[in-house]
């Protein structure tokens, strides 16, 4: 079987609650970098020994919050000996805005896993975007290049949307199919 991880960073809760179902569908451990930009312990090493990393952050001034890009810097420690090279890379965020420049932050995401040589894997699900679409219908918000959610700037995390907690499931269950399919038995 596969190793899956998911790790981000989340300042309120919001994308926390999306990791977690993201997390849930792909059978994965989950690693939080914390407030001051750090892993837990042994988060280093679990993540050196996965098959597929998926990264998550908000999405703070059209990119990932400085926490993950401290994180994106540390890195480049694994990056000298190509530790991540060929393994199966997907990205995740969430924003007030409907759009809010979501697009931004996964493109720096993807960007991120190039640097290492990894596998980008896409969102993979069909756009719900005819007149009949509804807020809570799978990929609503229609992203192709990994997950998205939105939560109101007012909304608690406990607020996040069912069809946005829902694509994020489904997402983590496909990059795990495709880990799975690059993984020897
Ligand atoms: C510093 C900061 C910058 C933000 N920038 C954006 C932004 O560029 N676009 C957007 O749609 N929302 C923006 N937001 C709203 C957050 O993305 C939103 O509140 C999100 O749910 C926070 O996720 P979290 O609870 O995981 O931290 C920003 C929030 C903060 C605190």
Known sequence: MSKVVVVYHSGYGHTQRMAQSVAEGANAELIAIDADGNLPEGGWEALAAADAIIMGSPTYMGSVSWQFKKFADASSKPW?????????AAGFTNSAGMNGDKLSTLHY?????????????????MPS???????????????????????????SANEM???????????????AAIA?????A
């Not at 000298?80 to 199966?88: G, V």
């Not at 949307?161 to 990059?175: K, M, N, S, Y």
């Not at 799975?180 to 020897?184: E, G, M």
Request: hydrophobic fraction near 40%.
């Open 129 to 155: 975007n005819t007149k009949a679409a509804q807020r809570n219908d799978v990929n609503y918000l229609v992203s192709y290049s990994g997950a998205i959610a939105q939560s109101p700037s007012d909304a």
């Open 80 to 88: 000298f000996s190509q530790q991540w090279k060929d393994k199966i």
């Open 180 to 184: 799975a399919r690059f993984t020897k």
């Open 161 to 175: 949307l069912p069809g946005d907690l829902e694509t994020a499931r489904q997402f983590g269950e496909r990059v």
């Open 109 to 125: 995401l993807f960007t991120l896993a190039m640097q290492h040589g990894m596998i980008w894997v896409s969102q993979g699900l």
